[in-house]
């Protein structure tokens, strides 16, 4: 399988995926199916093929800065690491869509903490935690029912 090629499909398809939970955040399969479960699915699915066949197929490791950096020099396990970046992101902004739905957020306003998500996930996720505390009054996670 060509990287490039996989890059370039992985990012489609983690973009419709974002599209969907933008436009239509209602609709049923946006956010509880397709957005969470269905695109990163098989995101994952070409994750793990793609690093159970490079891992090994160059120095480097997780120990230090150096050690990662060694990793990123192979394209392979460069595409393994955008692949993981797309699926969680993608995973993190529909449980952004979901608890805002779950707590009678606006969407508006939860559009722009998508958009940060998208690009750069981490402060999305962060702004998303700002307007929910705003909103709600409170940053607690309440736990589920059972």
Request: hydrophobic residues 55%; proline residues 5%.
């Amino acid at each position: 399988m060509d990287p490039a090629l996989i890059f370039s499909l992985g990012n489609k398809l983690a973009l419709l995926g974002w599209l969907l939970l933008i436009l239509l955040p209602r609709w049923r399969w946006s956010s509880r199916l397709i957005s969470p479960i269905i695109i990163p699915a098989i995101i994952a699915v070409v994750y793990v093929l793609f690093l159970v066949k490079h891992s090994g197929s160059t120095e480097g490791g997780f120990g230090s800065l150096a050690a990662v950096m060694s990793l990123f020099t192979n394209p392979n396990l460069v595409l393994v690491g955008w692949l993981h970046y797309l699926a969680f992101d993608l995973f993190i902004g529909s449980w952004e869509v979901r608890d805002a739905q779950r707590l009678g957020i606006h969407h508006l306003w939860v559009i722009p903490c998508l958009v940060l998500t998208f690009i750069i996930g981490p402060a999305g996720l962060l702004l998303y935690l700002l307007v929910r505390s705003i909103k709600t009054g409170s940053l607690w996670l309440k736990p589920v029912k059972t």
